[in-house]
């Protein structure tokens, strides 16, 4: 089958440039790779060559079909030789005034009915229509690095995008292999505007001093199912990527709170701990692997002393079982004696408020995070307040760890880390619903693709409750009384009847 586009102009030939190539003459498709720097472009054909032929020495693609896509590129001597291109995509560096300047040119001299595109990942699309003669035939087209193994493209209509124009679009990604995903022109679009709840929550929890970069990673990986945690993927990404874009969404936001950078990324963008292009970020690089901190080993205690659970624990039932699989005195009085481990199990609360306003005695109260089912982590998260005693402390973190199963000790904060983080991007998720940026079926496949979450942030939402959620996101906002935790109303109304979060209003 025919391409749709049969002639396609791609314009820049860096690493983005040249994965829209790639993946567009494996399609089928004639490619013109421009660039002002006509060295770049002819690097860029070069390298595509050896791509091919490793593939061909692997048994991955025929010998034909490499020299088939190799036949389909060609180098024009300027930007007037795309005359003929039937889609031309820019993918040149993210400045507002240079691309409108490119599309500029470029309207005069392609075809009336040729398409053309932006692959920027932040610049408003409508912005770098304005000015055009015809920007109903113009809409962003957002790939993301590496092309060829992230299978997702945002289809992005700006205010005056055409609808054949997006389904031509459409049309074309699938045909490239690619998953199209169809999105509004807001900030971010979808995948950067729903990845702020990760990053950006996971490092207000290390500014606040709640637990250290590799905690947060290894609870939220060994808790959620993340493949890599946050602060791992900033150091993938690079925060001379990562960092900017936070700026530029919360800045397009009108400093919306949820969106707000961190001091800690701008620090060390300035500093040079970039991740693992530069050898450190926030962890060091030998030979291309993390050096990842000690755990803090198990405690020795000798003399375990019994455990009150408190009655308003969540998953009240399933702590105790658990206690008594793992062997532990259990006390079942309205209130525990003088002796007893005080576990409490809050939903959005810091320990310290459970205590006072349970009238427990906080030296003796250590909280556990009960938001997930036990049996479906792969660690087990404790968190002491400023009073607790070592001796407590280190008895909770024992009792835990008798079956083998990883435990992690945080310190007070409203919410434990995955309560904070999973409510935050479920939050943002819905908040995008609100907005009509995406459908939620669009958002799930878009995350799930280009994020690598385990799971879309609706569905995650799905599986710890609607109400869980909204229950973490109340009570945040009543310990911090930020606006950060405002739960958007398309949650809030899921969650007041019981529907699920991937139901669309009729």
């Excluded at 692997?58 to 291109?85: N, V």
Aim: aromatic fraction near 6%; charged fraction near 20%; proline fraction near 6%.
């Amino acid at each position: 089958m025919k391409p749709f586009f049969q002639t396609i102009g791609v314009i820049g030939a860096g690493a983005m440039g040249r994965g829209i190539v790639q993946i567009a003459a494996q399609a089928g498709s004639q490619v013109k790779i421009f660039d002002r720097d006509a060295q770049a472009s002819a690097r860029a054909v070069d390298e595509l060559g050896q791509q091919w032929d490793k593939q061909v020495a692997k048994g991955r693609m025929e010998p034909a079909q490499a020299a088939a896509c190799k036949a389909r590129l060609t180098i024009p001597a300027a930007l007037s030789d795309l005359r003929d291109c039937q889609l031309v995509v820019e993918a040149v560096v993210e400045r507002l005034d240079i691309k409108k300047a490119l599309f500029a040119e470029l309207e005069g001299i392609v075809a009336a009915d040729a398409v053309l595109v932006s692959n920027t990942s932040s610049l408003s699309v409508t912005a770098i229509a304005a000015g055009l003669k015809h920007p109903e035939r113009f809409a962003g087209y957002h790939f993301f690095n590496p092309v060829p193994l992230m299978k997702v493209v945002e289809v992005i209509c700006g205010l005056k995008t055409g609808a054949a124009c997006a389904d031509a679009l459409t049309t074309y990604a699938r045909q490239i292999g690619h998953t199209p995903v169809r999105a509004q022109d807001t900030p971010g679009f979808i995948v950067n505007h729903a990845g702020r709840g990760y990053g950006t929550e996971a490092l207000r929890l290390v500014s606040e001093g709640v637990a250290d970069f590799a905690t947060v990673d290894r609870i939220l990986k060994d808790q959620v199912g993340f493949k890599l945690g946050p602060f791992e993927l900033m150091d993938l990404t690079a925060l001379d990527v990562s960092h900017p874009v936070m700026e530029s969404i919360y800045q397009q936001y009108y400093q919306e709170p949820r969106y707000r950078p961190s001091v800690i990324t701008a620090q060390r963008l300035a500093g040079g701990l970039l991740g693992r292009k530069t050898g450190e970020g926030f962890y060091k690089y030998s030979q291309g692997a993390a050096e990842w901190p000690a755990e803090p080993a198990v405690p020795t205690v000798k003399d375990m002393p019994p455990v009150w659970v408190s009655p308003r624990a969540t998953r009240r039932a399933e702590l105790l079982q658990l206690l008594k699989d793992l062997g532990a005195s259990i006390e079942t009085g309205q209130s525990p004696s003088m002796q007893a481990l005080t576990l409490v199990a809050p939903l959005g609360f810091d320990i310290t408020t459970v205590a006072v306003v349970e009238r427990l005695d906080p030296a003796r109260t250590v909280g556990i995070d009960m938001l997930i089912d036990d049996a479906a982590t792969k660690r087990r998260v404790l968190a002491t307040n400023p009073a607790t005693r070592a001796d407590m402390r280190d008895a909770a973190h024992a009792l835990f760890a008798r079956d083998g199963k990883a435990v992690s000790v945080i310190r007070d904060s409203g919410g434990f880390v995955t309560q904070r983080v999973v409510a935050t991007i479920v939050n943002i998720a819905s908040d995008m619903c609100q907005q009509g940026v995406c459908s939620p079926q669009d958002l799930e496949t878009a995350v799930t693709l280009g994020l690598g979450y385990p799971q879309g942030p609706l569905a995650m939402g799905n599986r710890y409750g609607p109400t869980n959620i909204l229950e973490v996101l109340f009570n945040m906002q009543t310990v911090y009384g930020d606006p950060r935790y405002r739960p958007s109303p398309w949650l809030r109304r899921r969650g007041a009847i019981g529907l699920s979060l991937m139901q669309e209003e009729s």
